[in-house]
């Protein structure tokens, strides 16, 4: 209900969605067993976080990020590795090889150019084939057709060990160092300077995703390969995270730096960055106060499933709205990632958005905005409403 006093709302969610008010002062905490609403003429002072948000350590928060990454990552990976296709071939990447096709003979070909009923057959030999047209991709739908037609239904989850070593270490940084990061500024800011309470969680979530970022960079950029690049000999199979990583230092072998070759590793880090720090600061300070208001709606009726509910409806709104955002960042990187090493380390993040407006326009830039908003509207919702749920389940095994 509208009019149920704050600290009626389950005591177990996250600190912030009952400790902040927008206006910039700071709402009375959560009264264990309490049903009565603060005095509206009592004046904002400080406040003990929630009783969950503190008991649970550093290793308890981490444990529940990495269980909703787990889950997330599992789930929208078809999207991943269809936005990342999109981007690959406004690069470049080439999905076909026509010519070493053509080497092996007619059965080499129809095994391996396997048409979508749409396409408009040529001849090779006498025998029908696909023309390269059939292999451009033209939206998501058509990535996941042709995925699962010429590369078998695995192919959508291609990736998936790689973004699960990503997902879980990089989301057990973020979410704790996140919830950490705000409840410092927050107790800061609170005595010190309330006006600047409500930007607490855009600046810790900008924080905690820069620490994550670069911590989990490699396997970031052996992700974004195996996405984005194809097998085309049959009966084998594609290369794995570590020797994808492997073929990203080969080029650099020859050389006798052998320490900073290793930044290779880090290729589009600075790309990385400059789309994810953004995506952080917009989705956190747009998450937190519709799941306030949604938390506030709920008040004294409220359960777990309706607070789960409140969690993910407001992080599906706000990654939403950050991935559509950031979408020309994300393209920026995903290039910086697929290109030739070399090249890749002499270029800049600017230089690689330059590059992409030339060539592409507006367009270029927002190549895969559609996979990429399906992906992180869903994904940001289940790993922040997982998180919650875990952190509630640790909590009230503590306390039992």
């Known amino acids: ?31 264990l067993g309490s049903s009565s609403s603060p005095s509206p003429s009592s004046s904002p002072g400080p406040a003990p976080s929630s009783g969950a948000d503190q008991e649970l350590g550093m290793f308890e928060r981490a444990l529940s990020a990495a269980g909703a990454a787990f889950v997330s990552a599992i789930i929208v990976n078809p999207l991943d590795v269809a936005k990342t296709r999109l981007q690959a ?10 010519p070493q096709m053509a080497a092996l003979g007619p059965d080499a070909i129809l095994s391996e ?22 292999f451009q991709y033209k939206g998501t739908l058509d990535v996941f057709l042709k995925v699962v037609r010429q590369e078998g239904f695995g ?5 998936t060990n790689a973004g699960l070593a990503l997902a879980v270490p990089t989301v057990g940084i973020y979410l704790p160092c996140y919830d950490i990061f705000r409840n410092w500024i927050e107790d800061f800011t609170r005595s010190n ?19 994550a970022c670069i911590a989990c960079s490699p396997i970031e950029l052996a992700r974004t390969r195996m996405q984005a690049y194809k097998e085309f000999r049959p009966g084998v199979k594609p290369p794995g995270m570590y020797k994808t990583l492997v073929g990203v230092l080969s080029p650099l072998a020859s ?14 880090v600075g790309a990385q960055l400059a789309r994810d720090v953004p995506f952080s600061g917009i ?67 600017r230089q690689t958005l330059t590059e992409i407006w030339r060539s592409g326009g507006v367009k270029g830039l927002f190549t895969g905005v559609g996979p990429r908003v399906a ?10 409403s997982f998180y919650e749920v875990v952190k509630y389940a640790l909590h009230q095994r503590q306390t039992s």
Request: glycine share 12%.
């Open 375 to 384: 992906r992180a509207g869903p994904s940001v919702g289940i790993v922040v």
């Open 89 to 98: 071939q406004a690069a470049g990447v080439l999905y076909h090889q026509p």
């Open 1 to 31: 209900m509208a009019g149920c006093s704050r600290g009626s709302l389950p005591t177990w969610m996250t600190a912030a969605a009952s400790r902040v008010d927008l206006t910039g002062g700071a709402a009375s905490p959560p009264h």
């Open 255 to 268: 050389s006798s730096q052998n320490v900073q070759n290793y930044r290779a590793l880090w290729t589009g």
């Open 113 to 134: 150019f396997k048409c979508s009923p749409s396409c408009t057959r040529g001849l090779i030999l006498g025998e029908p084939v696909c023309p390269p047209d059939c």
């Open 283 to 349: 989705c956190w300070s747009t998450l937190e106060p519709i799941r306030r208001k949604l938390l506030g709606l709920v008040g004294e009726e409220g359960n777990a499933a309706s607070v789960l509910g409140a969690n993910f409806a407001a992080g599906f709104v706000a990654g939403s709205l950050a991935a559509g955002a950031t979408c020309p960042l994300d393209v920026a990187k995903t290039r910086r990632q697929i290109e030739d090493t070399e090249k890749a380390m002499r270029m800049t993040t």
């Open 193 to 211: 300077a309330p006006g600047l309470t409500p930007y607490a969680p855009l600046v810790a979530g900008s924080v905690a995703r820069s620490l």
């Open 155 to 159: 192919r959508l989850w291609r990736g």
